[in-house]
């Protein structure tokens, strides 16, 4: 086989994971979670859930990747090749790939609604008048959504798209890929705030989102807060491990975790401040922001009685897809390295192995919008069975295997090695960082799980 590939420098390092990190979690989940769970109050406790949790579990896989140089699997039987600990990766892989199936139908979505915003046709809907613009960007959506043909044509076209750059390779491909679209979204971002921020009445949208609401706090906030921090860093998907496996051995594991916990958290502010003031300027906040209606419906609605609604909206949807475009490469690349590894296939193969028969499956949950919407498996519609299956039960089970592996049963002297290369530098973290994954970090996610399934 061939040298195993490495990121070229340290700003690929950061970009590309930070690049995985921020997806759609931070654009439409966080702001929706925020809204009903006490504005600044679920904040801040979303900033401590990722200090406290999200950072050293995150170490805690660079670790695993960096030291094993192996894939999510890999790593495993390298270091404790005794045992069935492999089994934790392989969560982590499987997690990884039924995420991938439903995540790319939404990708292609944030595709569909860019080429509707440059073509002009999402805002054929304010002809309509003020009044019932809700309900035109309501069946816009369940056309565009709900339809059979463009949705899957869309959702290919974003296939086709991964498949390009993560052909390219680890340099050529991801790394080059998160260089030039990290500061892009940036860009969009800072912009998109500037504009909103300036709308009438804006300032009560940021009063709402920075003054905390302390009496909304009760513990299912709290374990929503930690899901949010987990999922938000791209934790227990075996994206981490993976990743990380191309860092070089200068690489500060510490650093770099904080940068990339930092910058998401930057991003999920600025989000923030983007829909909050937009959302109250219109009058629009009377009403719960869900998920994909938030980003689908709200937004365009915002951007209809806006001036220029089709190039705000064209840059929130570029935004949107560069976002998911870097998220499910990091994602896809979880089963490309594995197969790369412990099948020993070439580059090529373990792409098309990956990536084709994501044309039956994503189709499959896209058709949950669809023709096959009312196909049920235990009252879940594919699309619907796959994100409960992975965000509620496989993802926290992942993430508690893992950080019981690191903290009792990973070779002596691991973490506390990578965390110091070796050494080099003096690392003042190991102590607590390891505190937290041997006793917090497994009961807290516990938590979570526990919450989920009752
Ligand atoms: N952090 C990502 C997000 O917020 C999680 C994710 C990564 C999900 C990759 C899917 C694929 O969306």
Redesign the pocket.
Known sequence: MSEKSQFGTKLGVIAATVG????????W??PAETQANGGAAFLLLYVACVFLLGIPVMLAEFSLGRGGRSDAIGVFKKLSPERPWWLVGALGVLA?YL??CF?MVVAGWTLEYLVESISGGLYDAVDAGEESLRAAFTSKMSEYVGDDLRPIFFTYALIALNIGVLLGGVQKGIEKLSNVLMPVLFVILVALCCVTLTLPGAGEGVRFFLSPDFTKITPSVVVQALGQAL????IG?G?LITYSSYYPSTTKLTRTSVIVALL?LLVAILVGLIIFPAVKSFGLDNEPLRGATLVFVTLPEVFARMPLPALWSTLFFVLLLV??L???V??AEVSVAMLQDRFKMRRRKAVLTTMLPLFVFSALCSLSFGSLSSFTIFGYTIFDLLDMVTSDIILPISSIALCIYMGWFAPKGFLSGELSNKGELHSRWTRPVMFIIRYLAPILIAMILISNCI
């Open positions: 995985s990190a921020i997806g759609l979690g931070n654009v989940r966080f990884s995420i991938i995540y999922f938000s860093l791209s998907m994206i998401s976002a998911a870097t998220s499910t990091s994602i």
